[in-house]
């Protein structure tokens, strides 16, 4: 069996027959629109993309295989949720809330260059992923969603396999979010005022320290400041004795 490879870069759900198409599928004499359409078929989910993709013929009975690259989990992350970019500080900024269902939908995307058949195990790796970027997952950190994972919090939606949230809980998403932000808030302006305060207090002793007047050596027996010292006065000589 010999086998050729054409690799391009398509648009997702929208690869047509250009020149460039043409060019490379025209001389293995395949039928180009029906791979076209299979190939918008596989990178549906990957809409508004450009999407790598491998197409292996066999040139002999014309059959073919398609494999679709995916663009980095962070990037699908990104591409989900409308974002620029990520939170340069994510212990400390989060800037969305993603839900499980589009965290699956993202899975079941990556699941092909993951090395496992298991939607479960391809979830829990997404969801890493958005810790990274100051992503919250249902309101929650990705060590607390992974361990909700395990204990089947989750179950009816991963083998339900479902990927779009409904607009109550997109709602309701926006309103977790909104509450851990002004909670990271009210936690930072309170590490500010106590360390602002230690500040303050350290200063404090450094000027009470420097206001004391060291004592000086030789001061012994001195007058006070102020006060002029009186010299000793002088011994008188003793009258000569009466004859």
Do not use: H
Request: glycine share 8%; aromatic share 2%; charged share 35%.
């Amino acid at each position: 069996m010999s086998n050729e490879t054409i690799e391009m870069l398509v648009e997702g759900g929208k690869a047509v027959a250009g020149p460039v198409v043409g060019q490379k599928l025209g001389p293995l004499k395949i039928n180009i629109q029906q791979v076209l359409q299979d190939v918008n078929k596989k990178t549906e989910p990957f809409k508004g993309m450009q999407v790598p993709i491998k197409l292996i013929v066999d040139t002999k009975s014309k059959e073919y295989k398609i494999e679709v690259g995916t663009p980095p989990t962070s990037e699908l992350i990104k591409k989900e949720l409308g974002l620029q970019k990520g939170s340069g500080t994510p212990d400390k900024q989060k800037v969305a809330n993603i839900s499980i269902e589009q965290c699956i939908k993202i899975a079941k995307m990556k699941m092909d260059g993951m090395y496992t058949d298991n939607l479960k195990s391809a979830l829990k790796s997404v969801v890493g992923s958005c810790n990274s970027l100051g992503v919250l997952i249902e309101g929650k950190n990705s060590n607390q969603i992974r361990i909700d994972i395990d204990n089947g919090i989750y179950d009816n939606e991963i083998n339900s396999e479902k990927t779009e949230p409904t607009e109550d809980k997109k709602k309701s998403l926006q309103i977790q979010l909104k509450e851990v932000q002004e909670k990271i808030t009210k936690e930072l302006e309170k590490l500010k005022a106590a360390e602002a305060e230690a500040v303050g207090v350290k200063e404090e002793k450094k000027e009470e320290v420097a206001g004391e007047t060291p004592k000086e050596e030789g001061t012994v027996g001195k007058a006070p400041a102020g006060k002029e010292a009186k010299a000793p006065e002088a011994k008188k000589p003793e009258t000569e004795k009466k004859k």
